[in-house]
């Protein structure tokens, strides 16, 4: 049975920085694509990062270019989303999402089958 636990989330000033983790089980997070997803309150979730899996290029939505950068620990099954810069508007439950078997690379939510329960995110002006 496959489970991600996010970690790491809380509140922040603006301009401050957090680090997510997401240590997963049943699966091998090298193995998958992987990525992280927000919603904020009354928004559909929305991209954030992703990890291609085996090769580990990484992707961005524009909104985390230059602030945010996914990594995995292939030793620790652990991915992390490291946020710098952070600002208001990044406000949001954080959700770690592991591709399905045949996903080599997305950015849409339903390519990703399995999720994690989230991690709030305050940044506060």
């Known amino acids: 049975q496959v489970q991600l636990v996010e970690s790491g989330g809380g509140l922040v000033q603006a301009g401050g920085s957090l680090r997510l983790s997401c240590a997963a089980s049943?699966?091998?997070?090298?193995?998958?694509?992987m990525a992280w997803f927000r919603q904020a309150p009354g928004k559909e979730r929305e991209f954030v990062a992703a990890?291609?899996?085996?090769?580990?290029?990484?992707t961005y939505a524009d909104s985390g270019k230059g602030r945010f950068t996914i990594s995995r620990d292939n030793a620790k099954n652990t991915v992390y989303l490291q946020m710098n810069s952070l600002k208001p508007g990044d406000t949001a439950v954080y959700y770690c999402?592991?591709?399905?078997?045949?996903?080599?690379?997305?950015?849409?939510?339903?390519?990703?089958?399995?999720w994690g329960q989230g991690t709030q995110v305050t940044v506060s002006s």
């Open positions: 990890i291609i899996r085996s090769a580990g290029s990484t």
């Open positions: 999402a592991a591709g399905r078997s045949d996903t080599y690379y997305s950015t849409v939510p339903s390519a990703f089958g399995s």
């Open positions: 049943g699966l091998t997070v090298s193995s998958y694509a």
